[in-house]
């Protein structure tokens, strides 16, 4: 039976005394009660390991390390657990009571399920309700166009998830072990480390989003997202450049028939917007190819893991405009799609 297998929940904490607290009461208390908790504190240095030290449920494993970012605080969580699912609650999000029993019955009733997200409360820093978020309809991060011509219209998780991280937060993912030893951890990356694993996710497995808010995402101004302009879009147009292919095929291109294909490329031209950093998606997408022609075995990691590299890629972030532009390689696309629909339609 799916509800009595173990559940491993993994908070990677810093620097968050004033919820901390409240984050793990609300993993502690969840109506499911066959978990592990295991929190990774990473390099805190304010009185977050003091207020973590005050709990005493078996339960809970404390593992305090130097600083190395959160996706490094998430992967040494992740190989730490045992469950037979997998969850990550940041350490200033909530999980509403009844949170995994949800989700471990959506499991239950669709085995074939890689991963479940939810709908969110959106909190602010006193936990006053702002808006519910309804995973891709509404609330989107950046113009997705009309929901009449976009993946939005599909009902599509995986290929709303290419357009935007609908799912939001890294703590609004829940996932089969199994999963995890096909996928791997998280990638080196500060802003979309959330994203850039659902897309892995998404390509391999069923996804489905629960329509029922089951998590608190809490904004406040030491956000991480809020932090760095360039090096935020740098990764956001890495995760595309990098995940769009394991689409390709599986959701998109599946019919051979012309006006299928032609449906599906203008389904891409305008769901995806990069907010006039085309040319960088281009590039990425160049290097990409010259590299795999090469023999490289990880391209996509050297793009991140190589600073002088990285640092080139950031500084062709173009500033943000008033008009979001539509990528430049899709463009043309929609010129092919024009003359299709010329004889087809």
Request: hydrophobic fraction near 40%; include cysteine; charged fraction near 20%.
């Amino acid at each position: 039976m799916v509800m009595d297998n173990l559940v491993s929940v993994v908070i990677p904490s810093f620097n968050h005394e004033q919820y901390i607290g409240s984050a793990i009461l609300s993993v502690l208390n969840q109506t499911c009660q066959n978990l592990e908790l295991i929190v990774i504190d990473d390099g805190s240095h304010d009185r977050s390991l003091e207020v973590i030290r005050q709990f005493q449920d078996p339960r809970l494993q404390l593992i305090s390390q130097e600083n190395a970012g959160a996706h490094a605080a998430i992967n040494r969580g992740l190989k730490q657990a045992r469950g037979d699912f997998l969850t990550v609650l940041n350490s200033d999000d909530l999980y509403e009571p009844e949170r995994l029993e949800v989700c471990l019955q959506r499991f239950r009733d669709n085995p074939n399920l890689g991963l479940v997200a939810s709908w969110i409360n959106v909190i602010d820093e006193q936990s006053n309700l702002l808006k519910v978020k309804r995973g891709w309809e509404n609330m989107p991060p950046w113009d997705l166009g009309s929901p009449a011509h976009t993946f939005q219209r599909t009902g599509n998780f995986s290929l709303n998830l290419l357009a935007s991280n609908f799912v939001a937060t890294t703590s609004n993912m829940v996932w089969k072990r199994s999963v995890y030893e096909n996928v791997g951890g998280m990638r080196d990356l500060r802003f979309v480390h959330d994203w850039d694993y659902l897309l892995r996710v998404a390509g391999q497995f069923p996804c489905e989003l629960i329509e029922q808010p089951l998590m608190s995402y809490r904004i406040h101004q030491t956000n991480t997202i809020r932090s760095n302009y360039d090096g935020m879009m740098f990764e956001i147009c890495w995760v595309i450049a990098v995940n769009l292919g394991q689409l390709l095929g599986t959701q998109l291109f599946q019919d051979a028939d012309a006006a299928a294909q032609a449906r599906d490329l203008d389904l891409v031209y305008e769901s995806i917007n990069f907010q006039g950093n085309e040319k960088l998606v281009w590039l990425m997408q160049s290097y990409l190819a010259h590299l795999s022609r090469q023999g490289h075995p990880h391209p996509e990691e050297e793009l991140i893991q190589n600073r002088e590299l990285r640092e080139y890629l950031i500084s062709k972030v173009a500033k943000p405009q008033t008009t979001p532009a539509r990528p430049h390689f899709l463009r043309q696309l929609r010129s092919q799609v024009q003359k299709i629909r010329q004889w087809i339609f």
